[in-house]
């Protein structure tokens, strides 16, 4: 096929950080196949209208500005509605959106997720109540990454810690068997194909900022390939990173979704090529896009 022209949109604040990140191995895996990759900054983004002028658009940005992401949604429809081609998305903005809010996320799948309330400051004396009974709550922060802003309380305290606070997810603490699992899913047009899956083993409660964790490559049976794609399909997202929790044998709850999962971490501990399965994935999923 054709060289394809990437533009992927990631931060670039200094070199140590860029190559800790899964940027450079995605770039590697696309110039691999003949295509060309343009970095965009996330420091710096260029207009919508710029980073629509490619074949294939990729948000690798910590970005969660609304603003940033209804211009290019807004970009987007104009360009359709002229006529002009709009290059495969990863991610569509209103997808990546909703990704980044844990609470528009279990609004979508409110059956696969442990019980969870929203605390909005007006109606917390009943969310707490409606978790008195638990052992511990997990308190988030909805726009929260690498589980900033996550606490572990009995209900009590998190009643009077966060009593009157307007702008946390409260959600009942089901410990893990072993680990927390990510399985890297990528999506298109009912194409799905499972990148990676592996548990990660942390030494404290939780996985994230501040904590040693420990990653171990799982096999991912049929109830899983189901679940993961359920929710990738349900959510929009091309590619995606879903943290879940073993319940019991062929029984997952759901944790969150991550719109830009990481995929250095089975490639360089796990020796799974997630970045290349990525790279094929966006290549094949352009040749059916331009066929339509």
């Keep these: 096929m054709a060289n394809l022209e990437i533009t992927l949109l990631t931060s670039a604040r200094s070199d140590e950080v860029f190559d800790k990140t899964?940027?450079?191995?995605?770039i590697?895996?696309?110039?691999?196949?003949?295509?060309?990759?343009t970095l965009a900054s996330a420091e710096h983004p260029p207009t919508p209208d710029e980073l629509l002028m490619c074949d294939v658009?990729?948000?690798?940005?910590?970005?969660?500005?609304?603003?940033?992401?209804?211009?290019?949604?807004?970009?987007?429809?104009?360009r359709r509605a002229a006529g002009k081609t709009?290059?495969?998305?990863?991610?569509?903005?209103?997808?990546?959106?909703i990704a980044s809010d844990k609470r528009k996320t279990h609004a979508l799948f409110p059956a696969l997720i442990p019980h969870t309330e929203n605390l909005d400051g007006t109606n917390n004396t009943a969310a707490f109540a409606a978790m008195a009974s638990y052992e511990q709550v997990v308190i988030k922060d909805p726009f929260g990454w690498y589980s900033h802003g996550t606490e572990l309380l009995t209900p009590a305290e998190a009643a009077t810690t966060y009593a009157d606070v307007t702008n946390r997810v409260m959600q009942k603490y089901i410990p893990f068997k072993r680990g927390v699992?990510?399985?890297?899913?990528a999506n298109y047009a009912g194409d799905t194909e499972v990148l990676s899956?592996?548990?990660?083993?942390?030494?404290?409660?939780?996985?994230?900022?501040?904590?040693t964790t420990e990653f171990v490559a799982t096999s991912c049976p049929p109830e899983l390939t189901q679940f993961a794609t359920k929710i990738t399909r349900a959510s929009g997202l091309y590619l995606n990173g879903i943290d879940y929790i073993e319940r019991?044998?062929?029984?997952?709850?759901?944790?969150?979704?991550?719109?830009?999962?990481?995929?250095?971490?089975?490639?360089?501990?796990?020796?799974v090529n997630a970045p290349g399965a990525f790279a094929s994935h966006v290549e094949r999923s352009h040749k059916r896009m331009s066929r339509q």
């Design 22 to 26: 899964s940027t450079p191995l995605i």
């Design 28 to 37: 590697d895996a696309f110039e691999s196949l003949g295509h060309h990759v």
């Design 57 to 78: 658009y990729i948000d690798r940005s910590p970005i969660t500005d609304t603003g940033f992401f209804m211009s290019l949604a807004y970009a987007i429809q104009k």
């Design 86 to 97: 709009v290059p495969l998305l990863v991610d569509n903005p209103f997808a990546t959106l």
């Design 181 to 185: 699992g990510r399985i890297v899913v």
């Design 197 to 211: 899956n592996y548990l990660m083993i942390p030494n404290d409660w939780r996985t994230g900022v501040g904590v």
């Design 248 to 271: 019991s044998e062929g029984n997952y709850a759901l944790l969150e979704t991550n719109a830009v999962p990481n995929l250095r971490v089975p490639h360089y501990y796990l020796g």
